[in-house]
């Protein structure tokens, strides 16, 4: 069954605007500019910009376009199906999670976020080039983040943030 654009969009645009007024009734942190209501509602907003984008039927041409680009290409790479362990890449994110559950406290962030970041980028098919850098950089950065400004402080381990 297929479902109608203004359908898939409405939801959205309700779900959005759900969380978005859940947020908003958060209450604010004393001394800190970004609190608890800023990621439901940031993520709200954007659910409901969306939700209206696809409910308008707002770039629907760039689909029609890539479909024909795609079907005026008959390279034989693109008809061949996908090999069988491809299937089982969708319990990759969920298994990782686990991973981070069970590992996070013992290693900390730093080892276990590049491991994920190492593992992921190999499976979904990035040279060592890009996945050994961004494993290095990555965990750093966000730690980082959750540190400074969201004042969170991420489990330390074995490899503790060196500032």
């Keep these: ?10 939801v959205m645009v309700a779900l959005g605007a759900t ?3 859940y947020g908003s009734t958060l209450p604010p942190v004393p001394g800190q500019q970004v609190g608890p209501s800023a990621f439901p509602m940031a993520v709200g907003a954007a659910l409901v910009l969306c939700g209206t984008l696809i409910a308008f039927g707002i770039g629907r041409h760039f ?8 079907a005026s290409h008959s390279a034989p790479e693109l008809l061949e199906p996908l090999p069988a362990w491809r299937n089982w890449l969708a319990l990759l994110p969920p298994a990782l999670l686990a991973f981070y559950a069970l590992a996070s406290e013992a290693m900390g962030f730093l080892p276990t976020a590049g491991i994920m970041v190492v593992i992921a980028s190999f499976a979904f098919g ?4 890009l996945a ?10 966000i730690n980082l983040i959750f540190l400074k400004l969201l004042r969170v402080p991420l489990p330390g381990g074995l490899l503790p943030f060196p500032w």
């Design 132 to 141: 050994v850098p961004l494993a290095l950089i990555a965990p750093f950065v």
């Design 126 to 129: 990035a040279r060592p080039k």
């Design 19 to 21: 969380a978005f007024l």
């Design 1 to 10: 069954m297929l479902l109608s654009d203004k359908i898939t969009g409405g």
């Design 63 to 70: 689909e029609e376009v890539a479909e024909a680009d795609v």
